[in-house]
């Protein structure tokens, strides 16, 4: 016999949160082929915006609508190769101004790919990622590093 009244277990904050985790405006997740076009059209765009030299276009283009989604690994994956593609690119004086004409939210963003990135030291240069690591910190402060590490949306 139960004294309980409510089922606690169904407030459970791991289990409300995975269902509203990744809903978007339109009430549905994104799935994963579509998420994965979108990724491999906006690849085309940012590697057209490199070869033109326009590198902070092509930033802000590499990380603006993630694939967030519980089963978008590829398209999470596709979407870290360009982002990385585009920090490696960019020259070293130059990284202060971009990240000042960023968003509050695309500096988080970059922060997520910056860290995405270092949890991936075989496939991705740590010297760079540290250099935007230092230049996006000072710009956006430690909220932003607040901000990315208690966000449940992984990129």
Request: charged content about 25%; aromatic content about 6%.
């Amino acid at each position: 016999m139960s004294y309980r009244s409510t089922d606690v277990d169904i407030l459970d904050e791991d289990q409300l949160f995975q269902k509203d985790l990744f809903t978007f405006a339109g009430g549905l997740e994104l799935e994963p082929d579509v998420a994965l076009k979108n990724v491999q059209a906006k690849g085309v765009d940012v590697r057209n915006f490199l070869t033109r030299g326009n590198t902070e276009k092509a930033l802000t283009t590499a990380i603006e609508n993630p694939p967030y989604g519980s089963n978008t690994t590829d398209a999470k994956d596709q979407n870290t190769k360009i982002v990385m593609e585009v920090l490696n690119s960019i020259k070293a004086t130059d990284i202060p101004s971009i990240v000042k004409n960023l968003t509050l939210e695309q500096q988080d963003v970059l922060m997520k790919y910056i860290y995405r990135g270092m949890a991936s030291p075989e496939l991705y240069n740590s010297a760079v990622l540290l250099n935007w690591h230092e230049k996006l910190t000072e710009v956006a402060g430690v909220g932003c590093i607040v901000r990315v590490t208690t966000d449940r949306r992984t990129v």
